[in-house]
């Protein structure tokens, strides 16, 4: 009987068949190719000097000059690569004109890269898309602070993008020229509210690796936080 199998001619085909296996693995998980890109952004506006910003955050997304590199604010970026190797830059600035920047640097475990990966591919996530953006109320005098969770993520090569904002609005109607805006609550506006559910994952995830690198932070400068446009 013919064999099946020639163990020679195998041995042989192994390196062959070694490289073919890595190329579809480059293929498929691109080491240098960022698999998550996270920004948590908080802005608190100095709502007397600033009430021109009452229009709303319109401009946060749509480009129109200004940012909030001038007022109070701090941002948390994350970026996750392929392989599990990640970059977490922290951007503080309590005192307006002196942020403080610190950067930590490490890998996901297999184990943990493997969570993650099963966060970003849960059907409902994937389905996430931009809102639209919180309409101002008619009384509404100024914004207060403004909440922002920007993310990129990487679908085998397609990436999806969605941004949601937070704000808290001052209102009150004006009584006259003279006496100014009466005091009104606050009103709270989020267009990210019908996505708690599916985002928590994401979030108590991210929550979770910056306690852990909060011990690795260092001092850095400036490479991966955007600024917050508000216009």
Same mark, same amino acid.
């Given at each position: 009987?013919?064999?099946i199998?020639?163990?020679?001619?195998?041995?042989?085909?192994?390196?062959?068949?070694?490289?073919v296996?890595?190329?579809?693995?480059g293929?498929?998980?691109?080491?240098?190719?960022?698999?998550?890109?996270? *920004?948590?952004?908080?802005?608190?506006?100095?709502?007397?000097?600033n009430? *021109?910003?009452?229009?709303?955050?319109?401009?946060?997304?749509?480009?129109?000059?200004?940012?909030?590199?001038?007022?109070p604010?701090?941002l948390?970026?994350?970026?996750?690569?392929?392989?599990?190797?990640?970059?977490?830059?922290?951007?503080?600035?309590?005192?307006?004109?002196?942020?403080?920047?610190?950067?930590?640097?490490?890998?996901?475990?297999?184990?943990d890269? *493997?969570?993650?990966?099963?966060?970003?591919d849960?059907?409902?996530?994937?389905?996430?898309?931009?809102?639209?953006?919180?309409?101002l109320?008619?009384?509404?005098?100024?914004?207060?602070?403004?909440?922002?969770?920007?993310a990129?993520?990487?679908?085998?090569?397609?990436?999806?993008?969605?941004?949601?904002?937070?704000?808290?609005?001052?209102?009150?109607?004006?009584?006259?020229?003279?006496?100014?805006?009466?005091?009104?609550?606050?009103?709270?506006?989020?267009?990210g509210e019908?996505?708690?559910?599916?985002?928590?994952?994401?979030?108590?995830?991210?929550?979770?690796? *910056?306690?852990?690198?909060?011990?690795?932070?260092?001092?850095?400068?400036?490479?991966?936080?955007?600024?917050?446009?508000?216009?």
């Amino acid at each position: 009987m013919r064999r099946i199998f020639n163990t020679p001619g195998l041995l042989k085909l192994l390196p062959v068949l070694t490289l073919v296996l890595a190329s579809e693995i480059g293929i498929c998980q691109n080491a240098s190719t960022p698999l998550l890109r996270l *920004q948590e952004s908080r802005a608190y506006l100095n709502i007397d000097a600033n009430a *021109q910003h009452g229009q709303g955050i319109w401009g946060l997304t749509f480009g129109n000059p200004g940012d909030v590199w001038q007022y109070p604010n701090s941002l948390s970026c994350l970026v996750v690569y392929g392989d599990g190797k990640y970059v977490l830059e922290k951007r503080e600035e309590s005192t307006v004109g002196k942020p403080r920047v610190r950067l930590a640097q490490g890998s996901l475990g297999a184990d943990d890269l *493997q969570r993650l990966k099963a966060i970003l591919d849960d059907a409902a996530l994937t389905e996430v898309r931009t809102p639209p953006m919180p309409v101002l109320p008619r009384d509404a005098q100024a914004v207060r602070d403004i909440e922002s969770l920007d993310a990129q993520i990487d679908h085998g090569g397609i990436t999806q993008r969605f941004t949601t904002v937070r704000e808290r609005v001052k209102t009150g109607a004006l009584i006259s020229a003279t006496s100014g805006p009466s005091t009104g609550m606050d009103a709270y506006l989020d267009n990210g509210e019908p996505y708690k559910k599916v985002l928590s994952p994401l979030m108590k995830w991210f929550e979770g690796l *910056q306690k852990k690198s909060k011990s690795d932070l260092k001092e850095s400068k400036p490479k991966y936080c955007a600024p917050m446009n508000i216009g």
